[in-house]
């Protein structure tokens, strides 16, 4: 992922916030050899500790391929995007120049984790993480509990896998056209105000945003 100084975090904080309120991604697994990468859609919980950078809980069912290549290789990327929309090229036209010449280009918001992965296969440790996967995505409860042996979910255990990913760097990207002047801003921002198209009003929010700090 190409990164521009303008398009960088501002800080740690700023990535870590936003990917608080994420939870779905894409994981990337080198695949064996000869094959492309296996890349997995899932829902995760990203907890801030331990380690500098965290780590992610997820499960895959055991009939999944993916184990296999990450038995050969621990090293993974998961990929999350959100908060993207499309710019038209007038929108993005230079102040000087026709609106027919100015360039489309995309907005958004990604975060890549780079891990090293742990398959989890005991019994009492693959339940306690998936309760507290199941946690983030129910705070009020409602489900029972899982526990080896109990139902009604212990019969269940056997046919998951859990991932531990240990998150080694993190690479992020917030893609909103800060090195264009500010005119040329103030006319996206208010496409986008316009068109309120889904994903809009997101990426509007993080264009102005960011946009002080781009300033100085």
């Not at 993207?84 to 027919?100: I, L």
């Not at 996206?188 to 889904?198: H, K, N, S, T």
């Amino acid at each position: 992922m190409l990164i521009h100084p303008w398009d960088a975090a501002h800080d740690e904080a700023e990535w870590r916030a936003w990917l608080a309120g994420h939870d779905f991604g894409q994981l990337a697994v080198n695949g064996l050899p000869g094959e492309p990468p296996w890349v997995q859609p899932m829902h995760f919980r990203y907890d801030a500790e331990p380690g500098p950078y965290g780590r992610v809980i997820a499960h895959l069912a055991r009939p999944n391929p993916l184990w296999r290549a990450l038995e050969t290789c621990p090293d993974v990327l998961l990929s999350v995007v959100d908060d993207y929309a499309f710019v038209p090229g007038p929108w993005a036209a230079p102040e000087d120049a026709p609106a027919a010449h100015g360039t489309p280009t995309s907005f958004y918001a990604a975060v890549q984790l780079r891990c090293t992965a742990r398959v989890v296969d005991d019994p009492a440790e693959k339940a306690a993480l998936l309760n507290r996967q199941v946690a983030h995505f129910q705070p009020e409860g409602g489900t029972e509990q899982v526990a080896p042996g109990a139902a009604p979910f212990g019969r269940l255990l056997p046919g998951l896998r859990v991932l531990d990913l240990a998150v080694t760097d993190v690479r992020a990207k917030f893609k909103y056209a800060h090195h264009k002047p500010p005119a040329v801003q103030d006319r996206i921002a208010e496409g986008l105000a316009v068109r309120d198209a889904p994903g809009d009003a997101a990426a509007r929010a993080h264009q102005l945003r960011r946009r002080p700090a781009e300033r100085g």
